[in-house]
T-cell receptor
């Protein structure tokens, strides 16, 4: 069945470091891909999305490119801040309304 | 523009009881989906409502049921609560444009604890 796999955390970085969180997916067809962020005690916020191959989603300095050939959607940011500390979820939607999530990756940024 | 709202914020129940959670979608949205997020896990899809009907369902037992009202708001009902139902319940809303409800916006969630 369809699934999403994320790199295990926690990922611990110093402020201003470069961030990569790996995400790969298994799905037939051409799903839309998403990154959501969850701050402690809160719901999920949509961070960025891409709806077709080679699309790049971007928001608040975060970027991810939809790579069909490697079935990946890795999240990157050039310079992280302490306020970026949160749990990040990669997800796919095969246009059915059902989001399939990865297990989440915790990011801790230290000053 | 109000986002997705959910009530209550927290809820404590005992095994065997029944619970109702409520959700109001983002303004302009017509579709509501519900997810269960266990501690340390990603959200799991429960079901989705559109035009007051359940359109799609995940792998959850019949103890989980829902409803959508004419104003697009929704309820999630869980009967015969089990300890394993303790989780954060998330509501997400979207706009069903051409049958596509890809982009979903989430509410803050309801934390349910079953004792």
């Amino acid at each position: 069945g369809d699934s999403v796999t994320q790199m295990e955390g926690p990922v611990t970085l110093s402020e201003e470091a470069f961030l990569t969180i790996n995400c790969t997916y298994t799905a037939t067809g051409y799903p839309s891909l998403f990154w959501y962020v969850q701050y402690p005690g809160e719901g999920l916020q949509l961070l960025l999305k891409a709806t077709k191959a080679d699309d790049k989603g971007s928001n608040k300095g975060f970027e991810a490119t939809y790579r069909k050939e490697t079935t990946s959607f890795h999240l990157e940011k050039g310079s992280v801040q302490v306020s970026d500390s949160a749990v990040y979820f990669c997800a796919l939607n095969k246009h059915t309304g059902k989001l399939i999530f990865g297990q989440g990756t915790t990011l801790q940024v230290k000053p | 523009d109000a986002g997705v709202t959910q009530s209550p914020t927290h809820l404590i129940k005992t095994r065997g009881q029944q619970v109702t959670l409520r959700c109001s979608p983002k303004s302009g949205h017509d579709t509501v989906s519900w997810y269960q997020q266990a501690l340390g896990q990603g959200p799991q899809f429960i079901f989705q409502y559109y035009e007051e009907e359940e359109r799609q369902r995940g792998n959850f037992p019949d103890r989980f049921s829902g409803h959508q009202f004419p104003n697009y708001s929704s309820e999630l009902n869980v009967n015969a609560l089990l300890l394993g139902d303790s989780a954060l319940y998330l509501c997400a809303s979207s706009l069903r444009t051409g049958g596509n409800t890809d982009t979903q916006y989430f509410g803050p969630g309801t934390r349910l604890t079953v004792l």
